[in-house]
């Protein structure tokens, strides 16, 4: 199938339509509130929004003025209110706020919430309980897939994280396997699925339960997606911990790309001004250099320049009428280049004096070393050094976690100075930090198995068989270990180096961690694609605490002449960073097929530490 | 309850559907003919959108299928059907009675073409999931309120339909559903079956089921956290003796305190709680920072308001030191109240690693300019009397802090000097020109060719070339004897400015000290 030999990599479905689904869906909600109406938008959901959307189409559907949710509702004569939010508790007493204000005041207006994707039962208990039950109408926008590219699909959940690794709530499954299931009814049916993790075999099970209802309407439909691949974050921590060193995740790293598009400031723009820039396929210079080491950006860059300089250059010597033509047509074309290739540059520069002032070699050195599991002392130091100087929190706290999940835990000693040094650098109030990262295993004491083994023990006897087994394995996976450095022989994530790695000609995926390391994540998928399953992978299974699963629907027609057979969904619960994505559009390439992106959101390193930071209320 | 519910009742009696009930629930094709005729059927229902009968929605589904007319009927019955628009299905009596809402079906009408298709494709729980319901009439409607199974109460709830629990009243019943929606992965209604146990059932009882349901308990854990029922939250972990999380759990409130004076006492509270040994202490260095940065806040103020202190009046404070990090407090004091010997010591006793302690008090006298007191900060006096310079950090370090804080380059070499890495002092040396430490070092490694190389990186004319060219002529004649080397040495020496000359000496005389030893 998908890697019989280097084919033409398939075209991507079009994704566009999700846009259209959701847009159309929004219009059909706010005409259900006809008349003129005050627009509450959460957000979260404001940039989302942004993609499918514009102001000028909600004006058209008598959207007066726009608020922003948790702001201090201003004093507003419209009759009817409008909210369009995420399903939270907080914003549930907000709304009951201010209805309860206007009742007070003898106030009388039509609310509605929308929620997106889906209402929770929670959210209306508590409208329940603050007595607006009634007073206001509720409804769900299914708005559950952000197509960002050509080939990556977002739920832009990013609480999905916390919500599920940390919190062990399974509230957000339902809405993956409700967006798998409208993915499957558009694009598929996909004919064969694997997966690891337990979140992956729920939100797989819910989604075929889904299915099972729906009387099959997508037999013998030709697909355009063959194969979905499903993966637990958790299954791969450490490539989401690494430093990104491919453009679009250093660009990421650097300046945060939300839905899609980056604020460049100042500093990029050599203006006064920041400019929001639209970071995907389109952009011819960045869709070049996106998938590129950061190293071979700049000889990219200058390259380019070059040839735009002779371009422009051509002008010389031109008679009137080629001028005119040139004018006309090429023109505007080079002078968007030119607007793009100053940008790109703008943010190299940038992105060097940053890294450049906080050591990013050393850092890069010391994450290798973990990687490879040589020198843990010296990195040992360094991160205990990054600590005392204060150099960044969520810097520090990764690195940890780094350091903790390659080798099994720290050992106590190490545990405890570190975590006295960090919460005196940085805040007492990082206990709770602490806490949390240990609960998710992200950041563990070595031996901290025989207490809970005790635990274990003490509830197993309270319980029979069946149920200790299922506490059994909920202990498990709170306590996993992560048995990185075995799982790393294993797969071979560490590729031996003779000689220099030429990162500009690439032979694997390790080279989007500068050739030191292959991501496991992207490894695991190659494999089981490769193997058309987990044969032979058993022990890797073993070391990853099991839960995979591969399915093939024989309902299914299998044509291998089909192109979808060539094209894998891939779904990261929990985030997925783009330095995954560019190693699988590398395998995509190589292997002639292509990848699929859906995440419940697009992650880093950073965005998971801060995931585990506790806020006030 | 119930006018939804006769209303349903009333429809589904005079409904068409009615006669399609189906013994053999196995037979698909039978199933899938019987619902063509029911979409047939329906078109009596629903003739006002005939244009788009004919057409395909995204999903391929036919518009005019099932769940697309059934969806039109919904809305156009006037006995709304519990389409995902219509609050009606909140029958049940622990709800509120919710107003019926204008019936949708003369505004969908409105739109036709693509608004139609997408909302057909895209209306999740109208579009698939009538279908089981078509199925099974008759044994589904019959009784409404108590003929759903756990499981299909579930299955009902995770399609976004509201079901009365009401009827779940023994305690077995009651774990049943609660296992059904455990067993259904889906988030949103386990908690919702725990919000209805947690109703109706004694505390005790609920915790003790739960302590063997950890899936459940982690969806009341996390809902209680985010309703806020802090107590509740609390009597549960001491159900289950998570000691460790009730403390935790109760020291996280100290984040929403925005008094000081508040958060000071609350802290001080928190120090009794069943942390570990370990936090405890951690617990007592946050109570006793505050308390410490609440007594310096309050002097500094009056300090500053004051105008008396110099170091105020040149550098005003840009915030409060209020519940800042210890190490940035230290920082603070080093900048602010480094001379005041008090301070000083009640810092040293802290348990602080000499090397953050260190790094932070360089930084801050750095910054200040203060270059004695970096110079204090280093030496250390060995039983002979000899001084000597010594950083738990590593000169390198000590440099680039020094550098940031823009140090002037005789105060800089001093500690280029001291890296002991040949190759980063010889870096340092050239990044931040400081060229006798090159010249030096080059001499030290006898290398001829770098030095002559270096002749250019100097002024021409100045005492740095000729100390290089004074030395390339001694290398000559008299490369074998160290003493006359060390004369050198010291003559360059000279050449730095006066304050330095101590210095110099100490290292003349350290380097005396290798030389000997070295002849030895």
């Known amino acids: ?617 | 309850m119930s006018r939804a519910r006769a209303d349903e009742e009333e429809y589904w009696h005079s409904s068409k559907f009615r006669a399609f009930t189906f013994d053999d629930e196995d037979d698909e094709l039978s199933q899938l003919k019987e619902s063509k005729r029911a979409v047939n059927s329906l078109r009596d229902i629903v003739d006002d959108d005939d244009d788009d009968l004919e057409r395909v929605s995204w999903s391929g589904e036919p518009v005019g299928s099932i769940s697309w007319s059934i969806k039109e009927t919904a809305s156009s019955s006037t006995s709304s059907l519990e389409g995902r628009d219509s609050g009606l299905q909140k029958g049940s009596s622990s709800y509120a009675a919710f107003p019926k809402q204008v019936s949708s079906y003369s505004l969908s009408s409105l739109f036709k073409g693509e608004l139609c298709l997408s909302l057909s494709a895209l209306s999740d729980t109208g579009v698939k999931n009538y279908a089981p319901e078509l199925r099974r009439p008759k044994a589904e409607y019959k009784d409404y309120s108590s003929d759903w199974s756990p499981k299909d109460t579930v299955r009902r709830m995770q399609r976004g339909k509201v079901c009365s629990l009401e009827r779940f009243r023994s305690l077995q019943d009651k774990l049943v559903l609660l296992d059904e929606a455990v067993a259904g992965h889906d988030g949103n209604v386990i908690t919702a079956v725990l919000i209805f146990l947690k109703r109706t059932l004694r505390r005790e009882i609920l915790f003790r089921e739960l302590e063997v349901r950890q899936v459940a308990l982690c969806h009341l854990i996390h809902f209680l956290k985010e309703a806020g029922e802090q107590k509740l939250l609390l009597d549960l972990l001491r159900f289950l003796d998570r000691t460790e999380e009730v403390a935790l759990s109760q020291y996280r409130e100290h984040l929403n305190i925005q008094d000081v004076e508040k958060r000071r006492e609350f802290l001080k509270g928190c120090i009794g709680l069943p942390f570990s040994a370990e936090d405890t202490s951690h617990i007592q260095d946050h109570y006793t920072l505050l308390e410490r940065q609440i007594i310096i806040e309050a002097n500094d103020r009056h300090l500053e308001t004051a105008g008396q202190s110099e170091v105020f009046r040149k550098y005003p404070r840009k915030a409060s030191i209020l519940n800042m990090p210890l190490v940035t407090t230290l920082f603070y004091s080093c900048f602010y109240h480094y001379t005041e010997a008090e301070v000083r010591m009640m810092w040293k006793k802290r348990r602080i690693p000499d090397k953050q302690y260190v790094l932070t008090a360089l930084a801050a006298r750095a910054k200040l300019r203060a270059w004695d007191d970096v110079d204090a900060l280093f030496t250390t006096k060995n039983w002979l009397g000899y001084t000597k310079k010594k950083a738990p950090i590593g000169f390198h370090r000590v440099v680039e802090i020094l550098q940031r804080n823009n140090a002037p380059v005789q105060v800089l070499q001093e500690y280029v000097r001291l890296v002991e890495d040949v190759e980063t002092r010889l870096n340092l040396a050239t990044k931040y020109k400081c060229h006798d430490v090159v010249i030096e070092t080059y001499k030290d490694l006898k290398d001829r060719i770098q030095l002559t190389a270096y002749k250019c990186k100097v002024e021409r004319g100045s005492a740095e070339e000729e100390k290089i060219n004074s030395i390339l002529n001694n290398m000559v004649r008299n490369a074998s004897n160290p003493m006359e080397e060390l004369s050198t040495c010291e003559a360059a020496c000279l050449g730095v400015a006066a304050s330095e000359r101590r210095n110099c000496k100490t290292q003349s005389s350290a380097n005396r000290a290798t030389l000997l030893l070295l002849i030895a």
């Not at chain 1, 919500?163 to 339902?174: P, S």
């Not at chain 1, 100053?342 to 992105?351: M, N, R, Y």
């Not at chain 1, 025989?450 to 996976?477: C, M, P, Q």
């Not at chain 1, 390439?589 to 390193?605: D, P």
């Open chain 1, 1 to 617: 199938m998908a890697f019989a030999g280097r084919r033409d990599v398939p075209e991507p479905p079009d994704f566009g339509i999700l846009k259209r689904l959701a847009r159309d869906q929004l219009i059909y909600l706010l005409e259900q509130l006809p008349g003129k109406k005050d627009l509450f938008i959460e957000a979260d959901l404001m940039s989302p929004l942004d993609r499918i959307a514009n102001v000028s189409i909600l004006k058209q559907h008598e959207v007066d003025k726009l608020y922003k949710v948790e702001s201090r509702p201003a004093p507003s004569a419209s009759d009817q209110f409008c909210f369009l939010v995420r399903p939270r508790i907080r914003t549930m007493r907000y709304i009951a706020d201010i209805v309860n204000a206007d009742k007070m005041s003898g106030r009388s207006r039509k609310y509605k919430i929308i929620f997106s994707p889906q209402k929770f039962y929670a959210c209306e208990m508590v409208l329940e309980e603050e007595g607006v039950f009634g007073d206001v109408t509720c409804d769900e926008w299914s708005f559950y897939l952000l197509p960002l590219d050509e080939d990556i699909i977002s739920m832009e959940l990013p609480e999905f994280f916390r919500d599920y690794f940390l919190e062990g709530d399974h509230r957000w499954i339902n809405s993956v396997a409700r967006a798998l299931q409208l993915l499957n009814s558009l694009y598929g049916p996909f004919g064969k699925a694997y997966g690891i993790g337990r979140c992956a075999k729920m939100s797989y099970e819910l989604w075929r339960d889904l299915e099972e209802e729906s009387e099959g309407d997508g037999q013998g439909r030709k697909p355009e997606i063959g194969n979905i691949f499903l993966m637990d974050r958790d299954t791969d921590y450490v490539t989401a911990l690494c430093s990104q060193v491919v453009y679009e995740g250093l660009v990421d790293d650097t300046f945060r790309i939300k839905c899609g598009s980056v604020d460049f400031g100042p500093d990029v723009t050599s203006s006064d001004k920041s400019i929001k820039v639209l970071l995907n396929a389109q952009d011819k210079v960045f869709s070049q250099i996106r998938n590129e080491h950061f190293s071979s950006v700049f000889g990219f860059l200058s390259q380019k320049s070059r040839n735009l300089q002779a371009q422009y250059d051509r002008r010389r010597g031109m008679d009137i009428k080629q001028m005119k033509n040139f004018v006309s047509q090429e023109l505007k074309g080079l002078k968007q280049e030119h607007r793009l290739l100053s940008l790109h540059i703008g943010a190299c520069e940038s992105i060097m004096k940053k890294k450049t002032k906080q050591d990013f070699q050393e850092m890069i050195k010391a994450e290798h070393s973990l990687l490879e599991g040589v020198d843990v002392r010296e990195s040992t130091s360094f991160i205990e050094e990054h600590i005392d100087r204060q150099v960044s929190p969520i810097e520090s706290l990764r690195l940890m976690c780094l350091l903790s999940i390659t080798e099994n835990g720290l050992i106590p000693k190490d545990y405890r100075s570190l975590k006295t040094q960090y919460l005196q650098s940085y805040g007492p109030e990082h206990l709770l930090t602490f806490h949390n990262l240990k609960h998710v295993g992200l950041l563990t004491e070595q031996a901290a198995g025989e207490t809970l083994t005790a635990v274990e023990s003490k509830v197993s006897k309270l319980v029979t068989d069946r149920a200790a087994g299922k506490i059994t394995d909920a202990f498990n996976s709170l306590a996993r270990k992560s048995n990185f450095r075995a799982i790393s022989k294993k797969l071979g994530l560490i590729p031996r180096v003779d000689g220099e790695y030429d990162l500009k000609m690439p032979r694997d995926m390790a080279y989007v961690f500068s050739g030191a390391y292959v991501p496991l994540s992207c490894k695991i998928i190659e494999q089981v694609l490769e193997r058309r399953g987990w044969l032979g992978l058993e022990e890797v299974v073993r070391l990853l605490n099991g839960n995979e699963f591969s399915v093939s629907d024989s309902a299914v027609e299998d044509n291998p002449a089909w192109e979808s057979q060539r094209v894998i969904l891939a779904v990261f619960l929990g985030g997925c960073t783009f330095s995954e994505i560019a190693a699988l559009r590398f395998l995509g390439k190589e292997r002639g097929c292509k990848f699929i992106f859906l995440t419940t959101a697009i992650t880093n390193s950073a965005r998971m530490m801060e995931a585990m930071i506790e806020a006030k209320a």
